[in-house]
């Protein structure tokens, strides 16, 4: 994936976009907006090239949620993110 990219939930509800990563360093930001009310939880699993992944729950209804920045990271350095994936919990 590359920085701007977007995933949308199978629902319609969230959308996930890679806001900045830098390889060296194994670390970056996701933005997670809300496109419509909902109650739940979601998990936002980002998914790296070298097999690892990092997890954010994040859990619909707080406005001041919506469209922050969530922080992602690696310890692998020189790693790319290989796919961004929503489950609902």
């Known amino acids: 994936m590359k ?6 939930s199978t629902d319609g509800f969230l959308k996930v976009t890679l806001d900045a990563f830098n390889p060296d ?3 970056g930001n996701i933005k997670i907006e809300e496109l419509s009310d ?3 939880r979601f998990f936002v699993n980002v998914n790296f090239r070298s097999g690892e992944r ?9 406005v001041s949620r919506s469209g922050a920045l969530f922080g992602i990271s690696t310890t692998t350095r020189n790693d ?6 929503l489950t609902p919990a």
């Open 25 to 27: 360093r194994g670390n």
């Open 54 to 62: 990092d997890t954010v729950d994040y859990r619909p209804g707080d």
């Open 38 to 40: 909902k109650v739940g």
């Open 3 to 8: 920085v701007c990219d977007s995933v949308v």
């Open 80 to 85: 790319a993110i290989s796919s961004i994936v």
